[in-house]
């Protein structure tokens, strides 16, 4: 279906009849699959017949689903996993051995800074952590023994923005046999299609915008067949058993359906909001890809349709954040993002709190800077509340 929009996609792409042609898919509750004969079980062992044998192995329900986002990113296959963690952490001890090395951004998600810099080495990874956003610098960095290349299309929380295409064609040029590994997370295939802008391997928190009911927790990894056949029987099977269970592919399938409408009316409510905290005094600086203020605009320009749902933005100080995540009413103060809510947090001391304070300040964020998941509410309403959060706490 590459040839069909992407709203076409999205309803339709992986779907495959069934024996009593149920429009939905059906939902695979099942632990194990009974064999015609002893001899078929051991020619599926054997991988000489195609077939189910046992749902940490392949479930027909989570098949659909790996269809439908191997189809969206434009990779020849995917595996689902229980996790976005689960996703990430097999992937790249699959691709990574002990002695291999790995250079990364050093804006990352906290779990995933913490694999990196803690769990990874003790494995025998080596490890670089540069700022991928200059060039030069990361250029630098690389060696033609780099096994792997890591970053997020939108870093986590200061919303950098990466150029995938020159990283990517510089990371080839230096080492022709690594892998470049993105996040996708923030942006989702809807925005940014990492694979074809020369990136080897995607990975997602499904949890986030693909599901984006907050009632989920999953995650993607895609890549070529060769590449994903080792990701799924070796991380996946063998070190991680992130299994994804069939009655969460199966939400997610449905909340996939919708993924084109709650992106485009996400992407514009964050438009608006970031426009306010702009122009806001209580604000000290914004970060959102969208405005042309922001030193990434040119770059999410030429790789981006839309600029996300994600927002930064920094108070004056820490108690300010503080107290403004205190007073906020109709965001919820949790950690996560996609939803249908809008989420306001504090990553230095939530999703972060694995960065010493030096290396929040190497990341490029600091305990002032609040990180906010636009929702679907009124964009009106959100301003509204957060104005009267922002007044509380600044004692107006």
């Not at 913490?114 to 990874?120: C, D, G, P």
């Not at 792997?148 to 299309?153: G, L, P, Q, W």
């Not at 005094?281 to 959102?288: C, I």
């Amino acid at each position: 279906m590459q040839k069909e929009g992407i709203s076409t996609r999205v309803v339709h792409g992986g779907h495959a009849k069934n024996a009593e042609n149920s429009l939905s898919t059906p939902i695979y509750q099942t632990s194990t699959f009974i064999f015609d004969s002893a001899e078929q079980g051991g020619r599926r062992f054997a991988g000489q017949e195609s077939g189910y044998i046992y749902t940490r192995l392949g479930n027909p329900t989570t098949s659909q689903l790996e269809e439908r986002i191997a189809l969206l990113e434009g990779g020849e296959s995917c595996t689902a996993f229980s996790s976005g963690m689960g996703a990430i952490s097999a992937t790249m001890l699959s691709l990574l051995s002990c002695g291999d090395r790995l250079v990364a951004d050093k804006t990352l998600y906290g779990c995933t800074f913490s694999l990196f810099t803690e769990t990874l080495p003790r494995f025998g990874v080596k490890v670089e952590l540069v700022d991928m956003s200059d060039l030069d610098a990361f250029q630098a960095a690389m060696t033609p023994d780099t096994t792997a290349v890591y970053f997020e299309t939108i870093a986590n929380p200061n919303m950098k923005v990466i150029d995938i295409s020159a990283v990517s064609e510089c990371a080839h040029r230096i080492a022709p046999n690594c892998s470049v590994v993105i996040d996708n997370t923030f942006a989702s295939p809807l925005l940014v299609r990492p694979l074809s802008l020369g990136a080897d391997v995607v990975v997602h928190s499904a949890t986030k915008y693909l599901n984006g009911h907050g009632d989920v927790i999953a995650g993607f990894s895609v890549s070529d067949k060769e590449r994903m056949e080792r990701i799924r029987m070796v991380g996946l099977k063998d070190i991680t058993g992130a299994v994804l269970g069939p009655q969460e592919a199966f939400l997610i399938i449905r909340g996939l359906k919708t993924l084109k409408i709650r992106m485009d009316a996400i992407c514009a409510n964050a438009m608006k909001v970031a426009r306010f905290l702009e122009s806001c005094p209580y604000v000290d600086a914004v970060y959102y890809p969208g405005l042309e203020s922001s030193p990434c605009h040119e770059v999410a320009a030429k790789e981006m349709r839309q600029f996300g749902g994600m927002i930064s933005f920094e108070m004056h100080s820490f108690d300010e954040a503080k107290s403004t995540l205190n007073h906020v009413r109709l965001c919820s103060l949790a950690v996560s993002l996609g939803d249908a809510e809008t989420l306001i947090q504090h990553p230095a001391s939530m999703t972060h709190s694995t960065y010493s304070r030096e290396e929040i300040e190497a990341a490029g964020f600091t305990d002032r800077l609040i990180r906010l998941s636009v929702g679907l509410e009124d964009p009106e309403d959100i301003i509204a509340d957060l104005t009267q959060a922002f007044e509380a706490a600044c004692g107006k």
